[in-house]
């Protein structure tokens, strides 16, 4: 690779370039975002998602931990021999009190005869993949060698053959094999012997399917000293693997249970910065409501939420949307962040001080909605937002306005509030914001600062704004705001305002997929508060294995449905949530809600592509393009996996396009942030209201084989049901020449 060797005297000793931190003081006479100061960008993409559990390719990096030498400055460091062919380095650093110093050196490891297997990265389900046999006799003697092949959980790769390799002799077998009927992770052998020679390698490859997972929950009540066993028919519909998830979860309320959620949650797909604080609201109330004392440490989950967040906050206090210093995350965004990392700071989990005082002085300007802030927020929506520029500078205003009411709530979340600012927004501008989460935030930082009265009025107010809906806002939805004000009423002590709201959540949750984050997280702090308040419940749970509550909702995760048995052993009925999470059996077809997207498959010269007639080596350009039908804005995402045969070599831009060889795909959309996987390409990025889309990305065929080949998905992220998918095929690549 790359990596540079460590170097403690270049580190101690060299010499090094001062850092600059500049202001464009003339800038802010044209634009005041600005002003910000500058940041230095570092780190890779932040889409998110779950990718791969492992592939075949094998990497070596071993680590001896700190060694003491002898009195003669001499060591003998013994590691494990690596299962690899090829250049290794050894890098090692030595100090002492006075000295310091470095070295490195080129290693060559491989065995008398090489023996590898070339697979694909992954496989699906009725896949007929190649292998390919690589057998060279570097230094063995010669004589015949006998190679066996075999596949592991569902896979066949049975094959026996024994070749005459002479000194240097080099061969390339090819061995057909046949992918599982299920989804899982299974292993591929091969064992090769002869004269004085034995060696046995073991490559894992997983088989996924080429569209994602849902979320299905069952509700039900469940009478005093009734017991239940799950039927096994639930998982009917689902793939076989190790992917499927069936959890059984009770809640005193009718309709209302937040395990859904929390499991829909905790696979959410994507990861901007909303999306990852959504995502951690539930483990931010694990540590109180388990009972087990493994779980009563911040879960891993949770500090490496902080961690990336913590990553994309700028100099300035400012948190980005997908990397730090982005620009592309609203001021109320960084409202939700900021309240988010306080109450982790609360609950224990590990956020600098440094950073919530950074965080704070940001929210301190954004504050004030009709004030100049410097800070790197997107504190102006693009003319394009709306339909008509004009419409777009109104929801600027109201962004702002809903932004600054955020920030007093969480400036005074944090001690540090503005009582008179908050007082005048009650008394002048209540009246003039239609959105009542924005007047639940002012109503909680009143309570917070002691002024009851005022707090109770506002929140009066708030109930009375419900329903409203606002189609500039991707977060907005009246589901939302029911959740949050719930959820501040609870916490600001009014009671018996959130009781009187919490019957309207009956049925919110019977499809979780249908949900947006924030309305995921919002009605996951509902039901914190909600559970918290109903008291303990009573099951006696049997053959099942305990989970970490979700907001207070006990949960239980079942292996074998005909071994679990829950019996209600309180004195009032109990509503019971079973929630399975799988990928259906069904492969999805073509579809379009609000969206449209196809895939086209171009050669380097423009002109079309056989995809049953591909060769191994040949490379093809993958366009995908689509447009919104939406007439307002939306956070576009892109999700595009690969055939098993397709490994992406580069992606294109829109200069590729424009100014460069490939002039036929068009104008091509510059995404915000992009990634090419093992399995998959994805990409996101801010889609205007009735706008063309266009991405596209460089694909070699690596593999020979005959392979599903998925659709690709189009989704509004903050309206899921506004989605589309292309019409899925199948994919033949030959072996290539040689």
Known sequence: TRQASPDPVAWYFGKRALTVDYRDDYGRLLDPNLGAPANVNFGGDELGGEGLTTTPIKTVALWSGVVTTGLDGKAVIKLPAADFNGELRIMAVAWTDEAVGSTSTPLTVRQPVIADLNLPRFLAPGD????????????????????????????RAAFHKVFN?????????????????????????????????????TYPIQTRLGWGPVTRAYMDAQRPGEAYTPPAALLSEMAGGSDVNLQVSYSPFRGFDPAPIALSLARYPYGC???????????????????DRRLAQTPAALSDAIGRL?????????????????????????????????????????????????ALAAMRQISRADAFASVAYRLEYPGWWMATADASKQATERMRSRAAAYALYVLAKSGRGDLARLRWWHDVQLNNEPSPLARAHIAAGLALMGDHARAQSAFRKAVAALGYREPSDWYQSPLRDLAGIIALAYESGETEIGRSLQARLENSVRDPDALNTQEQGRLLQAAYYMMKAAGPIRITATGVVGMTPAAGAPRWAVVRPADARFVNSGAGTLWRTVTVRGTPVASPGASSNGLQVSKTYYSFTGGPVDLRGLKQGDRVIVLISGRSLQARSMQLAINDALPAGFEIETTLGPDDAQSG?????????????????????????????ETSFAFAYVAR??????????????????????????????????????
Do not use: C
């Open 128 to 155: 007929t993949a190649t292998a390919i046999l690589e057998l060279h006799n570097v230094a063995g003697a010669p004589g015949n060698y006998d190679a066996t092949t075999s596949g592991t959980n569902g896979i």
């Open 165 to 201: 390799l002479l000194r240097n002799a080099r061969i390339a077998q090819f061995i057909p094999f046949n992918a599982p009927t299920r989804t899982g992770v299974g292993e591929i052998s091969v064992h090769v012997t002869g004269p004085s020679f034995d060696t046995t390698k």
């Open 273 to 291: 910065t909303e999306q990852v604080v959504s995502a951690a609201l539930p483990l931010l109330y694990a540590q109180e409501l388990t009972r």
């Open 310 to 358: 913590l990553d994309r906050q700028t100099l300035d206090g400012a948190f980005g949307l997908w990397r730090v210093g982005d620009g592309e995350a609203d001021a109320w965004l960084g409202a939700y962040t900021t309240d988010f990392m306080i109450e982790a700071q609360r609950r224990g989990a590990p956020v600098p001080q440094e950073a919530i005082d950074r």
């Open 661 to 689: 060889p490939f002039r036929f795909l068009g104008q091509l959309t510059s995404p915000d942030v992009s990634e090419q996987r093992d399995d998959r390409y994805v990409a996101a990025t801010d889609l205007a209201g």
């Open 701 to 738: 065929a690596v593999n020979p084989g005959d392979f599903y080949l998925p659709g690709v998905e189009a989704v509004d992220m903050y309206h899921p049901q506004v989605s589309a998918r292309s019409a899925a095929d199948r994919m033949i690549v030959a072996a290539g020449a040689g």
